[in-house]
């Protein structure tokens, strides 16, 4: 469904792989829009642990981001782990802040890490730094990300980051579909549906 109404987007990041994909999903949708960046906090750790630290973490982009730049839709997209009981898995959120305050959460790119890996972060290594350390890349969360490496390319860090970006915006596309929702509420995770692991 075209989104005649989006002129302006605002991406809480200047990462390339993060506006590649908003621009990707908005050329299908608002091919009109101009999609920009901004550097916006997320307010979380580097390395965000647990889906509801990554969400907040998207949160806080998407809204500063769209603030930033008087835009109609602020996007804000962030990777984390989290912990189970079977090891570490990689969890990533988008959310999609409007110009009437609701932010529309959506996720979850859930892969299992190796051990090395998940061995590294629990010191305090971020993701992306991480598989660098091991592999011996440079900076490999601006590329193809670990999903790329882990995935031996099947999925590209952009490719899942424009999934979870459809996700969040479902209620923006299908407005009749979600108009007994809340403003702000957004589909974000309430805290008894906050995974634990």
Known sequence: MPLPTIHRVAVGSTNPVKLGAVRAVLARIAPSATVDGVAASSGVPDQPMGDAQTIEGATHRAHAARLALDADLGVGIEGGVVE????MRTC??????????AAHVGGSLSMPLPDAVAALIREGVELGHAIDRLIGTSNIKHGAGAVGILTEGLVSRQDAYEVILAYALAPVLGTEMYAGRRAGDGGAVRGDERSSG
């Open 84 to 87: 189970t009981p079977h090891g």
């Open 92 to 101: 990533a959120w988008a959310v999609v802040a409007t110009r009437d305050g």
